[in-house]
């Protein structure tokens, strides 16, 4: 069985070997111009099949990748909200302090005012404006 099979396969190699003896420059010939159009023709649109198809699983990819970036870029956004609020009410606190502290020190002054125009008071005729 092995020995037909060997035998064969030689059969097979000596008739084409026969076949391109006879025609081998027309298979040249042939050859030249199937690879001429081959790269003229064929050899674009399979690259465009390939580019396509790469920009398809990159979209792929860049859609899952998209997912995971966009998630992340929530969870900072979330954290830079939570900082601003706790800024915001922090911030919020120390006006009002301020605020307060404005207030204390101008009541403080009216008080002393009042203080000074309850003392003046005796020096009513004179003409001074005590404020």
Known sequence: MLFEIYDYINYLFKS???????????????????FYV??????????EYY????????KKFDASVDEKYS????EAR????ERY????????????????EELEKKIHNLDDKITKMKRMEGFKGIGHKVF
């Open 51 to 58: 580019e396509r198809k790469e920009y398809e699983r990159r």
């Open 16 to 34: 084409l070997w026969f076949y391109i003896k006879m025609n081998g420059w027309y298979l040249m010939f042939l050859s030249i111009v199937i």
């Open 71 to 74: 998630k992340n870029i929530e």
């Open 78 to 81: 979330k954290r830079a909200q």
């Open 85 to 100: 609020n706790m800024n915001k009410h922090k911030y919020r606190e120390e006006e009002e302090k301020k605020k307060k």
């Open 38 to 47: 081959y790269i003229k023709y064929f050899k674009s649109m399979i690259m």
